[in-house]
């Protein structure tokens, strides 16, 4: 296989636009097609680490990520009472910058899509692939708007319920993991710089992570027995009685909670491929991939990983090369950030056989400082 010169990314979220910048900075011709034809993303908070910052400073982005986000000092834990059993400090190893912030998913969402305008991209939104032929020389692919194209790579960075995965690999499905998360954002407390995360409590957690000088998110995540649905009218009734028995600022921060419609509630669900992530010339990235659970608040950083390393390798080799080198850089890390999660919230559910929790996640982070 020859080096590619076109490339196609299906799905224009964190993976999507971050591989669609380092590849164009590396000279090669990318298109993005995205489903959502206004571009929206979910108004929640997430947390990212000293690896996310480094990718997107490898983008060229990391500066404006601090900007867009609010950077505390690290990763706290704390009993039930709120009295501090740990702190996990965050460092300032990547070129100087923050490692830990707290940001919106639409700030980051404008960080990446205007470095993708600013570069002249061409994302075409609204539109999605109805079948993808890989003949071996190219991946021929017919569009959701009735056009074609032809393609020496094409990317599915296309989300947690990848359509480009169920193509390829139609048993592969997420599977509920047990739990469910809450958040709802709140007044940030004067004075708060880490993100606290509570545990102690029977099956689950609780904690809140700042995201701008004025505000914060609070998370709750329990077992869910069943997977629920709650009726909408219901959540905030819901989250706060998961936040019941919890002291310190968790206990002031849950009275706020009291907008049903402000409450994000989503089951948890995971699904991580074996390798490869790849057939041909059609490869899978970020959640697409390897969707965990939220235990780390390493989904966003996997998925620029991902994209960062891909535009290095398919940059430097012949497709079909690239992406088993890809695949040898990426693979046991993700899978170990995905087996982590969910062993974290499979300790959380099942207390009298868990493992330090604290002592997971110190390790965890430390592993992934190392360079990818
Ligand atoms: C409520 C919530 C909170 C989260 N909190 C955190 C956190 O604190 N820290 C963290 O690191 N991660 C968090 N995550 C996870 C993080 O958002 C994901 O891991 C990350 O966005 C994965 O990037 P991705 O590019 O793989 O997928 P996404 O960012 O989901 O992007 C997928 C894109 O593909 C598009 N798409 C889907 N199907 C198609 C199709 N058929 N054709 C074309 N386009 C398609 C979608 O519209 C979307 O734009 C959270 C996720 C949610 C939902």
């Not at 206990?251 to 490869?276: F, G, K, Q």
Request: hydrophobic share 40%.
């Amino acid at each position: 296989m020859s080096k590619a010169n076109r490339v196609l990314i299906i799905g224009g979220g964190v993976g999507g636009l971050a591989a669609a910048i380092g590849l164009h900075q590396r000279g090669i011709a990318v298109e993005v097609v995205e489903r959502d034809k206004d571009w929206k993303v979910y108004q929640v908070g997430i947390i990212v680490q000293a690896n996310f910052v480094r990718a997107l400073n490898m983008l060229g982005l990391g500066d404006r990520a601090v900007a867009a986000g609010y950077a505390y000092r690290g990763a706290r834990f704390l009993d039930i009472d709120g009295n501090v059993l740990k702190e996990l400090p965050g460092d300032t190893a990547v070129d100087g910058l923050p490692s830990d912030l707290g940001l919106t998913r639409p700030a980051l969402h404008k960080v990446l899509t205007e470095k993708v305008r600013a570069l002249g991209i061409p994302v075409r939104l609204g539109v999605s692939f109805d079948s993808l032929c890989d003949d071996g020389d190219g991946v021929d692919v017919k569009f959701t708007d009735g056009t074609c194209g032809r393609y020496d790579l094409v990317i599915g960075a296309d989300g947690n319920y990848s359509a480009v995965r169920k193509a390829l690999w139609p048993e592969a499905k997420p599977q509920y993991t047990g739990q469910g998360v809450w958040r709802y954002n709140v007044p940030r407390p004067e004075g708060l710089e880490w993100a606290d995360i509570y545990i102690g409590k029977d099956k689950g957690k609780a904690g809140y992570c700042p995201l701008t000088p004025e505000e914060m998110y609070i998370f709750a995540v329990f077992e869910e027995p069943g997977n629920p649905r709650f009726p909408a009218a219901t959540l905030a009734a819901e989250m706060r009685r998961r936040l019941e028995g919890y002291g310190g600022i968790l206990a002031e921060a849950a009275r706020h909670v009291t907008d049903p419609s402000l409450v994000v509630y989503r089951p948890l669900e995971a699904c991580i491929m074996p390798a490869p992530w790849y057939q041909g010339r059609i490869v899978l990235i970020g959640d697409a991939a390897h969707s965990a659970t939220p235990h780390l608040g390493q989904g966003a950083a996997m998925a620029v990983e991902d994209a960062v390393v891909l535009a290095e390798e398919v940059a430097e080799r012949e497709v079909d090369s690239a992406l088993a080198a890809f695949m040898e850089r990426r693979f046991e890390r993700a899978k170990l950030v995905g087996l982590s999660s969910i062993r974290l919230g499979e300790w959380e559910m099942h207390p009298e056989s868990a493992g330090d929790p604290m002592q997971l996640t110190d390790q965890i982070r430390k592993k992934l400082a190392e360079p990818v």
